[in-house]
């Protein structure tokens, strides 16, 4: 049986009962939390408190390259406290906040400003900070103020920077201080006014396109200025299998280059725009059935490294505008886990690497988590239902916003414990405080 009150963060417990998936294989144990870190684990452990793991995957938590939490400036659609209570629920011990608020996250005060509203999260709120001067593209950062807090990944995200030059001496930059510049790859003249993917359906519907190239021509750029400069870059929610392909031959070289996709990009194709609901507006857009083919095998394969949510909540109010003139974004944190068990086909340590300790080894946070279950480490923890089985409802997200383009469906692969630091923040499905 699950504990009906929460525990103290140093409260001793065994998670009893389950299969415990991490980098280094899979095997039945229980695991003894004492004091927020792993004191033991092996079979047929006892303790007077137990967490219920039977018939569950027990793993490392989930690690979330790119989450909006909205905090500061556009509250109404979320907070730090709404978005992390979001992702513990989805099975997230962690999460990186994109800079993309107002005002950005372009200098240490405001960086500070959001780890001291995450010390109370039901997560771990790690902060990107903005590549250049208010994500306008013209100016630096100051990537080394930023970098001294803790922060290790830096992106414009919303926005590609767009000269060539300035990203080579931020890549110059960033390699010097042993950080890791995120791309969000598009081209802004050729993807100036489109809405959704360039192809048959937007030529169908009347809806202005962004083509392909708008991103490729970028992630083209990227991996030359990272051979140039020996810098590694990471790239944001790859969408196109010409992308794909460019990142695998730059591994295939030895390149330095990571990757990530969103759900959305492996489970929806621009088909869904065709009644113009804006819930399926989302930037890059969603693409053609041969890209979304060529995103899952190279989710597969390993070309991309990583499952990121680009968890992007909006207000009610925002969405139900125009096709033209509504906000791009979905909603991710709580569907992620259960849509890559449910969509992809790969066996429980492959779908975990990709959530798991492969992004947080992009994050820079491999000391805390994604690591191997074993005695000493820290106790950030994901208990996962593989079997279990829901609905998306959106009214019953823990987001503000419910701009989800999964209401109603079916899924399977329920989280149903989060351990952060040795304290259980979900409890058989329900946030404990």
């Known amino acids: 049986m699950s504990p009906s009150q929460p525990f103290a963060i140093d409260s001793a417990y065994v998670i009893k009962g389950g299969t415990v998936v991490d980098a280094t294989g899979s095997r039945q144990a229980d695991v003894l939390v004492k004091k927020g870190r792993i004191a033991a684990v092996d079979k047929a452990l006892d303790h007077k408190h137990v967490i219920d793991a039977a018939g569950c995957i027990v793993a490392p938590g989930l690690v979330d390259l ?246 992007a909540p909006h207000a009610l109010e925002a969405k139900e505008q125009p096709f033209d003139q509504a906000p791009p974004g979905m909603l991710g944190l709580e569907t992620a886990l259960a849509l890559g068990l449910t969509e992809l086909g790969l066996d429980h340590q492959r779908l975990l690497a990709l959530l798991s300790w492969q992004p947080a080894r992009i994050a820079g946070i491999s000391g805390e988590h994604g690591g191997p279950i074993v005695e000493g480490a820290s106790a950030n923890l994901t208990v996962i239902d593989p079997a279990a089985t829901w609905v998306v409802e959106p009214e019953h997200l823990a987001s503000r916003s419910r701009n989800t383009p999964y209401a109603g469906r079916k899924l399977t692969g329920k989280v149903r414990h989060t351990i952060l630091r040795g304290e259980p923040v979900v409890l058989d499905a329900e946030a404990q405080r």
């Open 66 to 311: 790119h989450t909006h939490l909205r905090e500061p400036g556009r509250e109404e659609a979320e907070t730090v406290e709404s978005g992390s209570r979001a992702a513990a629920l989805g099975g997230y011990t962690a999460v990186v906040a994109m800079p993309n608020t107002e005002p950005a996250l372009d200098n240490a005060a405001a960086v500070r400003q959001v780890l001291d509203l995450g010390a109370t999260a039901l997560c771990d709120v790690r902060v990107a900070g903005a590549i250049t001067v208010g994500r306008r593209g013209e100016q630096l950062a100051p990537l080394g103020e930023m970098a001294a807090l803790g922060v290790r990944l830096f992106t414009d995200d919303g926005n590609g920077v767009q000269d060539s030059r300035l990203m080579r001496r931020a890549l110059e930059y960033a390699g010097a201080l042993g950080v890791t510049l995120a791309q969000h790859c598009e081209d802004e003249a050729l993807a100036s006014g489109g809405h959704m993917n360039e192809g048959a359906w937007s030529s169908r519907l009347g809806v202005p396109g962004i083509p392909a190239e708008a991103e490729e021509l970028m992630v083209l750029r990227d991996i030359a200025l990272s051979r140039l400069t020996g810098t590694p870059v990471h790239f944001l929610h790859l969408s196109t299998a010409g992308s794909v392909a460019m990142v695998g031959a730059a591994k295939a070289q030895g390149l330095r280059v990571t990757a990530e996709a969103a759900p959305h990009h492996f489970t929806l194709t621009d088909a869904e725009c065709a009644g113009y609901d804006t819930v399926f507006k989302v930037n890059p857009p969603l693409r053609g059935e041969a890209d979304v083919a060529a995103v899952r095998a190279a989710l597969a394969d390993g070309t991309i490294d990583a499952i990121a949510t680009d968890h």
